[in-house]
């Protein structure tokens, strides 16, 4: 083994509580579970795990305007009484399965 070198970084107080004890979980501390990290990147050559982004992501605008627009679509379907509900479960329970 090398040269030892001292590696600080911070992070969020709570992530790193339950990083810890998964890794304790599995018997080991958490310098332990970094050098493991460590030495898969060495072997993959990058992140040892894969790392993209999504092929479609929604804006938190985006979210809005498709929640808004499904309750206005919403608005124009009829209510139903519990009898009216309690039909059509009775009635697709005696269809048969495909």
């Not at 009829?78 to 329970?93: K, S, V, W």
């Amino acid at each position: 083994m090398g040269e030892q070198v001292l590696v600080q970084f911070r992070t969020d107080k709570l992530l790193k509580q339950e990083v810890t004890e998964i890794y304790e979980a599995l018997g080991m501390d958490l310098p332990t579970a970094f050098r493991m990290f460590m030495k898969r990147s060495v072997m993959a050559k990058g992140l040892p795990f894969e790392a993209r982004l999504p092929e479609y992501s929604v804006t938190r605008s985006q979210a809005r305007t498709a929640f808004q627009e499904l309750r206005q679509q919403a608005q124009d379907v009829p209510q139903m009484g519990l009898d009216e509900i309690n039909a059509e479960i009775t009635a697709a329970r005696m269809q048969p399965e495909e």
